[in-house]
C-alpha cells in the first residue's frame, strides 16, 4: 500500500511564475490537508479538503493560494505569481476519515521543497 | 486562544532516556499526537493519547494528563538514529474538529 505522495520533490520558480505542488493521499483516504513549514518551525495548517470539496481555507492566504480535490487525480496546492517569501517546505498529508471522535491520524507526504529565486 | 509549548532543543547521550514535554491550552481537547520528523523529511506518526495515562510502544512512551493540559514523550535506550525534532499535535475541538493545532517542535541532539 502505497504511502502519501507528493511531486515534484524539489521546485525552483523565479519570482511571478506558478508553483503547482501535487498530492496523491494513500489509497483508501479522501481527506487531504496542506501544510506549510518554514526551516526550524512548526508546520503551519494551510487547507483542509475531501474530494470536490474545500472544508476549511483558514489558513491560506487569500491571494495568489489555491488548492483543489478533484474526484479524478491528485489534489493540487497552486501559488500564482510567487514571491520568494513563498519558498517553504509544503507538505500534505491525508487520513481515512475524520469526525468529532476517531483517531484519524494523518500520514504525510515527503513533501515538496519550493524555492523562489 | 490556541498554544501549544514545546522546548525547542534538548540534548541527550547514546543509551540514555530522554523526556520531552508539551504543554497545551486548547478550548476544546480531542486527542494529542506526536511525530518524529528527520531533517529534510516527513513527519512520522509516533503516538496518540486522548485519555490519562501512559501509552507504551517499544522504546517509546507517551503520557497525558488533560486535567494538566500536559503531555510528554518518553525514549528510552536512545539511539543516534533518534536524533530528529520531535513534533507535538492537538486536536482542538473548540475549532474544526479535524484540524491538528501543531507546536513547533523539539529538536534532539543524541550524542555519543
Known amino acids: 500500500n502505497a504511502g502519501v505522495m507528493q511531486n515534484p520533490r524539489h521546485l525552483v520558480r523565479r519570482r511571478g511564475q506558478e508553483a503547482r505542488l501535487r498530492c496523491s493521499p494513500m489509497?483508501?483516504?479522501?481527506?487531504v490537508y496542506w501544510y506549510r513549514q518554514l526551516p526550524e518551525e512548526g508546520l503551519k495548517f494551510m487547507v483542509y479538503?475531501?474530494?470536490?470539496?474545500?472544508?476549511?481555507e483558514s489558513g491560506m492566504p487569500k491571494e495568489r493560494f489555491s488548492a483543489e480535490f478533484p474526484k479524478e487525480g491528485p489534489s493540487i496546492l497552486r501559488i500564482q505569481q510567487v514571491v520568494r517569501g513563498d519558498s517553504a517546505a509544503y507538505f500534505c498529508?491525508?487520513?481515512?476519515?475524520?469526525?468529532?471522535?476517531?483517531?484519524?491520524?494523518?500520514?504525510f507526504g515527503p513533501g515538496t521543497r519550493l524555492l523562489v529565486l | 486562544g490556541q498554544n501549544i509549548d514545546q522546548p525547542t532543543e534538548m540534548t541527550a547521550t547514546e543509551g540514555a532516556i530522554v523526556q520531552i514535554n508539551c504543554t497545551y491550552q486548547?478550548?476544546?481537547?480531542?486527542?494529542l499526537f506526536w511525530y518524529q520528523q528527520h531533517a529534510g523529511e516527513a513527519p512520522t506518526f509516533l503516538s496518540y493519547?486522548?485519555l490519562d495515562g501512559l501509552e507504551e510502544k517499544g522504546r517509546f512512551s507517551s503520557f497525558l494528563s488533560r486535567s494538566k493540559g500536559y503531555s510528554y514523550l518518553l525514549l528510552k535506550e536512545l539511539q543516534m538514529k533518534d536524533s530528529a525534532s520531535y513534533l507535538c499535535?492537538?486536536?482542538?475541538?473548540?475549532?474544526?474538529?479535524?484540524?491538528?493545532?501543531w507546536g513547533a517542535g523539539t529538536k534532539l541532539i543524541i550524542k555519543p
Open positions: 493519547n486522548v
Open positions: 489509497k483508501g483516504h479522501s481527506h
Open positions: 486548547t478550548s476544546g481537547f480531542n486527542g
Open positions: 479538503l475531501q474530494k470536490e470539496n474545500i472544508i476549511d
Open positions: 499535535a492537538v486536536r482542538d475541538l473548540g475549532g474544526s474538529n479535524y484540524q491538528l493545532i
Open positions: 498529508a491525508s487520513s481515512p476519515t475524520s469526525g468529532p471522535t476517531g483517531r484519524e491520524t494523518q500520514y
